[in-house]
């Protein structure tokens, strides 16, 4: 069982995004993707270690949302840990790096059970990409900028 930071009430405008996702559980409207390319010779297990840390700088990273008492509430989880996922994906082709990002956006997320911020490294022969997503429901556009700042200072100081 996870051990809770924290709980928080929903805003109006969380409690609007998430009835449209009960809703409508296919729906891919609520969901922040962003593909990063990365150097060839990027030091992917460094890169995963500063993704696994941002969660202690960022705690809404470890929430999941659940009924507590009759209300839903967005649950800050201590052990929650972002998703990171690499998949090795042989010569670089267009097409290939389309279809992976196809079936990375096609998995939906159980905003009980999943992690809502899940990331995934793209290897190919001499190419490389992150792409990260996460639900509005926890971060919006404005907030991305921030994280990623992070995330370089994180990585800058692990070098």
Known sequence: MSRIENVYGLTPAQEGIWAQCYQNKKTNAYR??????????????????ALELLPARHPVLKTAFAAVKGSLKQVILADRAPEIAARELGDYTPEKLDEALREARGRGFDLQKDPLFRCTFFLFGDRRFLFVETHHLIVDGWCMPVLFEDLLSVFAALE
């Open 32 to 49: 922040l993707g962003y593909l990063f390319a990365l150097d060839e010779n990027a030091p992917v297990g460094l890169l995963r270690q």
